[in-house]
């Protein structure tokens, strides 16, 4: 009888266990106790879950969803190794036509290794190859290249490496994917100088250039005497940006313009549109360099001050072997006016 009723009791104590460790797992893995709760997987925070909206808004965000997909390349390394002190890049965008033996790119960087007090800059320099054959070419020139990425989401894959003339072919879109670049930029912590391939480097242009700036941007032709005049039509060949939240915002404002109320227009048009309302909403100062420190092949008439100019830029010269013969003649001229001033340059200033 003992022996019958110590089995019972066994069978009664091991079924109420078996229910109570049913009852435990299906707690535990029910809608009301999410896996995350299991020991070894910490629970979702507040701040995680507000990341992952943040996420999923940048990446559904045309202005950010460039810099969402390209998380993975080497760009915020490069950036790293290039920056300055101050956390300034330089960069320049280079595509096949341009870079290739004796072209624009052989001529941009020469004229850093002759200019004055240039050839650290290029320790500075990144250069953005459009194409795989300018990235190949770059690689062979210069230590800090890299490759833009191709936009997969594109109904048909445009091809960058010819020539591109103003408003013409792929250029609109080549030029907007360097503005979503130089946000990109910005958004990893970092100002910029962006400079053209047909700009010729004879000092540090940055010197002429306010600290307190937010934008500072070169201009075909420059007239009265205020930087500040909004008036003046900028030319995004070269401009300055400092990395702040403020410039990040202003740069989103003039990407959402583009897409919204001027469709099909390039991106200095764009910028002429709205640089008063962004630069009011995001307090954000827009300043122009005089055309007597960033020299532009616009003026035509105007002499050149060898003594003052920073940089000269080959616009207003239509087609690549008119703008090599330019900036050859500019570089030429360049060098006569050192010699001129002594061995290396040394009687010229800053």
């Known amino acids: 009888m003992s022996t019958v009723t110590n089995l019972l009791r066994f069978l009664l104590v091991a079924t109420v266990g078996t229910v109570a460790y049913v009852t435990?797992?299906?707690?535990?893995?029910?809608?009301?106790?999410?896996c995350s709760h299991v020991v070894?997987?910490?629970?979702?925070?507040?701040?995680?879950?507000?990341?992952?909206?943040?996420?999923?808004?940048a990446a559904n965000n045309p202005a950010t969803a460039g810099a969402a997909a390209a998380d993975n390349d080497n760009l915020p390394e490069l950036l790293s190794r290039a920056a300055m002190e101050d956390n300034t890049v330089i960069m320049t965008f280079t595509n096949e036509a341009w870079s290739?033996?004796?072209?624009?790119?052989?001529?941009?960087?020469?004229?850093?290794r002759t200019g004055i007090r240039?050839?650290?800059?290029?320790?500075?320099?990144?250069?953005?190859?459009v194409d795989a054959a300018a990235f190949s070419r770059c690689q062979q020139t210069h230590p800090l290249c890299y490759a833009l990425p191709v936009n997969n989401n594109a109904s048909t894959t445009p091809n960058y490496a010819s020539e591109q003339r103003y408003m013409a072919g792929e250029?609109?879109?080549?030029?907007?994917?360097?503005?979503?670049?130089?946000?990109?930029?910005?958004?990893?912590?970092?100002?910029?100088?962006f400079t053209d391939v047909d700009i010729a480097w004879l000092r540090n242009p940055l010197l002429r250039i306010p600290v307190a700036a937010d934008m500072a941007f070169s201009c075909d032709w420059y007239h009265g005497s205020s930087p500040y005049d909004?008036?003046?039509?900028?030319n995004g060949g070269f401009l300055y940006v400092k990395g702040s939240a403020r410039t990040a915002a202003f740069y989103a404002g003039w990407w959402?313009?583009?897409r919204a109320a001027y469709p099909g227009q390039h991106e200095q048009f764009v910028f002429e549109q709205v640089k008063r309302e962004l630069g009011e909403r995001h307090g954000v100062t827009v300043q122009f360099v005089d055309t007597a420190y960033l020299g532009t092949f616009c003026e035509r008439g105007k002499r050149k001050d060898w003594r003052k100019l920073c940089t000269f830029h080959a616009n207003c010269v239509i087609g690549l072997q008119a703008k090599l013969e330019t900036l050859r003649?500019?570089?030429?001229?360049?060098?006569?006016?050192?010699?001129?001033?002594?061995?290396?340059?040394?009687?010229?200033?800053?």
Do not use: C
């Not at 070894?40 to 909206?53: C, E, H, Q």
């Not at 240039?118 to 190859?129: E, F, K, M, Y």
């Not at 909004?230 to 900028?234: F, G, I, Q």
């Open 24 to 34: 435990l797992l299906q707690q535990r893995y029910s809608p009301l106790f999410p």
């Open 40 to 57: 070894g997987v910490p629970p979702a925070t507040t701040s995680s879950r507000n990341n992952d909206k943040a996420t999923t808004r």
């Open 100 to 112: 290739a033996p004796g072209s624009l790119t052989d001529l941009f960087l020469e004229s850093f």
């Open 118 to 129: 240039t050839a650290p800059l290029l320790n500075h320099l990144v250069i953005v190859a």
């Open 171 to 193: 250029y609109l879109d080549m030029m907007w994917r360097r503005n979503r670049f130089q946000a990109r930029v910005l958004s990893l912590g970092y100002s910029f100088v």
């Open 230 to 234: 909004l008036d003046k039509r900028a």
């Open 256 to 258: 959402d313009a583009s």
């Open 329 to 350: 003649g500019v570089l030429d001229e360049w060098q006569r006016f050192k010699a001129k001033a002594g061995p290396n340059g040394t009687a010229i200033t800053d």
